[in-house]
């Protein structure tokens, strides 16, 4: 696992892409409005749609800025600074429009991305529905083809949908009736490209909810929507297939969105804590405040470190599939957002509990990230499962109980995934530093050290020594620096994953 490189054209391209981004969030973006108000303003959507934050990985070809999945994580350390707004760009690219833009043909690209690319048009991503959340083969809306065969009629109930209440195209998935290879029909999801001119789409009032107040999001009610049989995404029948590789596709950039809004909240806290006196001695002189500084630091470049490494794996040719990867930067990620926007509060003490600061709104905002773009729950399934399929193969017959029904065995094995996918990542990135002199990598060794060792094997309960023998299978391809620190025979005597 080397660390992923950014190529010296795409730093420069990203810098000048990142500064007017910076600018724009910093002075023109009013979050605490946003927030009261339930609304983004159309100056703050006009300024994004300037900016091309609505295209960031549309291909040029068609208008978007088509940056390179590390690009649109780097933008995602910024565009998260405000919850609703960053909600707001990822429904419409990261699952509105993606679909088109992986599994679309050139005619569809060619008619809807432009558009799309300019913020002209706004894009939803229409799963959920009123019964059908995590179980989301369950999907009850649907497509039937008329007698002339040339259109869907679309009819059903989307629940949930982020900019649902003034998007222009939605990319819909329903049953569809197909006759499968023995001549058998069958009940299968398909993907459409809807546009609300095609009529009978109707919106809801936006849900009053407890965070990301400004974004859109509303119920979707589909009746004798005709939609043209050119508008299938993809195979029809082919669109469970779609949906999972557009909500996989997203995920990953959850690492750098967290990290973005960690290290601004280390910024604004540390200002209070040494500033604010107690007991005649600044806050930040107190072990126990200072800890919880070292939280915010380890988890934003753990999270950093992981995004990176997966947006650098999915940028390889020939699209690796990193769902597995990004899953597990997902459930990370949403986990220790939570914990450090708690712990940044918790510094103010009284103060940061009120709407005078930005905390509390933190707070709530990155609540959703557990819940959306697949339950953390529904992750750790699949990251155990699929992390276990080999196993899985072998072990078939030889063992009497379903894997599946072992949720609790299941998400100890998914925990232990993540903190070793974690491991790895903050391994890769540190050896990397280490090995080519960057400034600050003696920082980061620190935060290696005590990531691997309190943090990770804590939680693990595993013992050290198999840990550091799977470090060491891991890192010895790539770091012969690390190498000559940290032998696995000293660790094993030593117990620590100190290399000092
Ligand atoms: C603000 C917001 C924006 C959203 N935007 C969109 C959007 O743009 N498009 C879209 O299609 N959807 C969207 N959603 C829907 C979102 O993806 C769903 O809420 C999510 O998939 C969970 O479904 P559910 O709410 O029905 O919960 P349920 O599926 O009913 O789950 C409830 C709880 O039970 C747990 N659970 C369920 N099944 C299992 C199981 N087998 N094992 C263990 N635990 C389980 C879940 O993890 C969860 O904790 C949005 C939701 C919100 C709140």
Redesign the pocket.
């Known amino acids: 696992f080397p660390y992923p490189e950014i190529s010296k054209e795409e730093l420069e391209e990203l810098n000048q892409l990142v500064q007017p981004v910076e600018k724009f969030f910093n002075e023109d973006v009013d979050s605490k409005k946003i927030d009261h108000e339930a609304v983004i303003p159309p100056e703050t959507l006009n300024g994004l749609k300037e900016l091309g934050l609505f295209g960031i990985q549309v291909p040029e070809e068609y208008g978007g800025l088509g940056l390179s999945n590390t690009m649109y994580a780097r933008l995602g350390e910024i565009t998260s600074l405000d919850g609703a707004i960053a ?1 707001t760009l990822a ?1 419409h690219q990261a ?1 509105g429009l993606k679909g088109i833009l992986i599994a679309g043909n050139d005619a569809q690209k060619a008619k809807y991305l432009p558009k799309l690319a300019t913020g002209e048009h706004i894009a ?5 529905e009123p019964g059908s ?3 989301a083969a369950s999907i009850q809306t649907r497509a039937t083809l008329t007698e002339d065969g040339k259109h869907f009629l679309l009819n059903g109930s ?1 629940f ?4 649902g209440g003034w998007a222009d195209i939605m990319t819909v998935f329903a049953r569809t009736e197909v006759v499968d290879k023995d001549g058998q029909k069958k009940d299968k999801i398909t993907a459409f490209i809807v546009e609300r001119a095609f009529g009978g789409v109707t919106s809801g009032k936006p849900e009053d ?1 407890l965070g ?1 107040r400004g ?1 859109n ?1 509303c119920e979707i009610t589909f009746e004798d929507t005709k939609v043209p049989i050119e508008n299938v995404i993809g195979e029809v029948g082919g669109g469970f297939k779609v949906a999972m590789n557009i909500l996989n596709n997203g995920r990953f950039s959850m690492g750098s969105a967290g990290a973005g809004m960690i290290k601004r909240l280390i910024e604004l806290t540390s200002e209070y804590a040494g500033t604010r006196k107690q007991f005649n001695r600044s806050l930040s002189d107190f072990g126990m405040i200072q800890d919880k500084f070292a939280t915010m630091a380890l988890n934003a470049f753990v999270m950093e470190s992981m995004a990176y490494l997966t947006a650098g794996m999915m940028d390889r040719p020939g699209v690796p599939d990193c769902s597995l990867e990004a899953a597990m930067v997902k459930v990370f990620s949403s986990e220790g957002s939570w914990i450090c926007v708690s712990e940044a509060l918790q510094v103010l003490g009284g103060l940061g509990f009120t709407k005078n600061y930005p905390y509390e709104r933190y707070l709530r905002d990155c609540r ?1 990230l557990q ?8 992750l750790r ?1 699949y990251i155990a499962l699929t992390g276990m399929q080999y196993a899985g193969k072998i072990l078939t017959g030889k063992i009497k109980y379903t894997i599946v029904d072992e ?1 609790l065995v299941l998400k100890k094995v998914a925990d232990v995934l993540i903190n070793l996918y974690a491991m790895t990542a903050v391994l890769s990135r540190t050896s990397r530093s280490i090995s080519i002199g960057l400034r600050n990598h003696d920082h980061e060794n620190i935060i290696l050290c005590i990531w691997c060792n309190e943090t990770c094997l804590c939680g693990l309960k595993l013992k050290k020594h198999i840990i550091f023998h799977i470090l060491y299978i891991i890192v010895s391809p790539l770091c012969p620096a690390f190498l000559k620190r940290v032998e696995p025979a000293k660790l094993m005597l030593r117990g620590s994953a100190g290399p000092n």
Do not use: P, R, Y
């Open positions: 909600v429904a699952i939803a991503f229409c799963l959920t959340g995590s179980d989307k949930w949908i982020s900019n909810k990301i974004s999001t959703i819940i959306f773009e697949g339950t953390n729950e529904i399934m949720q």
